[in-house]
């Protein structure tokens, strides 16, 4: 946990969406962008029939529609239904990997003929959150490396099928 009581800015107007803050009273709410689900397996299955199935979530663009660029530490208000979850469970910040500067790339999970299935979280970012307003999050992410960064925010009460591959999306200079 830490104090941020100087942080006056405005919750979003409606769920699931995200401020990411400029100054401690100002911010620019995050687009969100519509991101796909590609499997792919290795050549080695085909071959041989042993081998590993990966499934990527994938944006086309190598950079963040966001014209706001992040700092290496990063403040953002999230706004959700309510605020008494805790958002570790909800809401997954992670880096993208830039697949030949035409498609940002987060892997989701593998298979292996051989192996059980694994979710993965290869880039998942660590962040401290706490209780913002009523009904957000105050989420401050620190020492990000520059790329490209996107937030995944699920319902902790309902599942949300038709919003399941929008992704807030940002930048780090």
């Known amino acids: ?26 911010g620019v709410i995050l687009k969100r962008e519509n991101g796909y689900v590609k499997a792919k397996a290795g050549a080695s299955l085909y071959l041989t029939g042993i081998g590993k199935i990966k499934s990527r ?3 086309d663009g190598a950079k963040s529609i966001n014209a706001t660029k992040a700092q290496k530490t990063a403040r953002l208000i999230l706004k959700a239904k309510d ?5 570790n469970s909800f809401i997954n910040i992670f880096k993208f990997q830039i697949y ?29 959150a706490k209780k913002y307003g009523e009904s957000s999050y105050l989420i401050k992410l620190e020492d990000l490396e520059p790329g490209e960064y996107g ?22 200079e």
Request: glycine share 4%.
């Open 1 to 26: 946990m830490y104090v941020n009581a100087q942080v006056t800015a405005e919750e979003p107007e409606f769920s699931e969406e995200t401020l990411l803050l400029t100054s401690d009273s100002t």
């Open 57 to 59: 979530l994938t944006i």
């Open 83 to 87: 605020n008494d979850t805790d958002p």
């Open 100 to 128: 030949n500067n035409k498609e940002r790339r987060y892997q989701l999970s593998e298979v292996g003929t051989l192996s059980a299935a694994k979710t993965t979280n290869l880039a998942s970012v660590e962040y401290k």
């Open 151 to 172: 937030i995944i925010i699920g319902d902790p009460n309902n599942a949300n099928t038709k919003n399941g591959m929008k992704v807030t999306t940002f930048t780090v």
